[in-house]
């Protein structure tokens, strides 16, 4: 699959799409504040786009195994955020734009951002008044399990309460960048960093506590009468705990994308859960779901309805047909 050239054009703020926004800022900070001023993200979608684009093709060469099949033309293609995208020059249904899915895609990410936005929304509506914590921490470690593990951790600590939402984001930083960079490229360099990004968001905590080494941490009151109004302002706090880490599309050489490619590997092999939902939240989802099937079921039924009521008219035709023709 070619490369698609997608024609961007600027779409109204909403509540989602200003969650969006605020997860993918640090990718281009002052890129960011012109949009927001402007109102346009098609410039900074433009230049995310780029990046990805290039970031795929290196962790391709550097044996990212995700990329081995179709998955890198729909992933180079993968349908952008925060813009209404076109496919120049296509005709037709031929050219349907799939999102990719991959971990480390801003638009995938952005896009999960969106669902925390619509479950949070959701699940705060079931409150006359609560409290919201958001809380993101990053942690390093020499290996990608102790990285994995130390999240994991500190999800069990957060998921017992009423409702959580959370998202991991691994990446991988090599610590000789300030020292000469190494002579030969190897897939597992001694000098390395896992990182993994734990964000979540709490309602009603009982569990008080920051996370350690907090990169973001805040405490909202919402009530109920405010809540159409406040919505924007949740929004914002959800982007910006749920952040993209910049350094995960900014490889510095080979090697990196050696280490990285095999951490990316590591953790598709190990089936890494990267989004989670307790309590409230999910029951959110599953009610959502419950929705869906009984309009299923009832859209079906409806039709069943009207094809019984349409043979049974055809059989009392054919009834009286019989009649006439038995009385000749
Ligand atoms: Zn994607």
Known sequence: MTDFKIIMTPQ???????????????????????????????????????????????????????????????????????????????????????????????????????KVQKSLAAAISNFEECDIKFDSCDRAATSLLSCVESLDSLWDDQSTDVGSISKRVFWFEDDADDVSPPLAPSPTPTLLSYMGRLSCIQINPTWRAQLPYSRFYFAYDMKKESLNAEMGVIAKYIGITFSYPSRLLYLLGDTEALSFAHMLNMLHKNKQRFYRTTGVCRQNHTAVREDKAATWRENFSKQLDTILSELSDIKEVLQRYKGNNDGI
């Open 12 to 114: 109204n703020p909403t509540p989602q799409r200003v969650a969006a926004a605020f997860s993918l800022k640090e990718l281009a900070p002052r890129k960011f504040a012109t949009a927001l001023r402007e109102k346009n993200f098609v410039p900074f979608i433009e230049g995310v786009q780029r990046n990805w684009r290039n970031w795929l093709s290196t962790m391709k060469k550097a044996g990212y195994d995700a990329l081995d099949s179709k998955k890198f033309g729909y992933a180079r293609n993968c349908p952008p955020v925060l813009v209404s995208s076109a496919v120049d020059g296509a005709v037709g249904p031929n050219v349907r734009l799939v999102p990719c899915r991959l971990p480390a895609c801003p638009f995938c990410h952005a896009r999960s951002v969106m």
